[in-house]
Nanobody
Framework: QVQPVESGGGLVQAGGSLRLSCVASGQTFRFYAMGWFRQAPGKEREFVAAISRLSDTTKYADSVKGRFTISRDNAKNTVYLQMNSLKPEDTADYFC????????????????WGQGTQVTVSS
């Protein structure tokens, strides 16, 4: 399995932008679909976005559609989450995960998870 490591989290003001990165070790990265999930204090973990192995398919939660963009660079073993027009309700720990199956929004389909990176959006 690959091991995702997230970075890029931080504190931003509402309306601002932030780009998260997820680097996975190993030369098999291109065989994994990748996803982003988040969990806010007192709330359930929720799906954010996912991308297929060759970037030909993406999925987004309704809450972030039109504001967030997921992409990947297989040559760099990296998946990105570009977050624009950030809102206070986007505040959460963001996790990157890898799936050996096809693109999915279900946590159970992702077998390997990163440690997470904190995103805080102030009003």
């Amino acid at each position: 399995q690959v091991q995702p490591v997230e970075s890029g989290g931080g504190l931003v003001q509402a309306g601002g932008s932030l780009r998260l990165s997820c680097v996975a070790s190993g030369q098999t990265f291109r065989f994994y679909a990748m996803g982003w999930f988040r969990q806010a204090p007192g709330k359930e973990r929720e799906f954010v976005a996912a991308i297929s192995r060759l970037s030909d398919t993406t999925k987004y939660a309704d809450s972030v559609k039109g504001r967030f963009t997921i992409s990947r660079d297989n040559a760099k073993n990296t998946v990105y989450l570009q977050m624009n027009s950030l809102k206070p309700e986007d505040t959460a720990d963001y996790f990157c995960a890898a799936s050996q199956l096809y693109i999915s929004s279900r946590p159970r389909d992702f077998g390997t998870w990163g440690q997470g990176t904190q995103v805080t959006v102030s009003s």
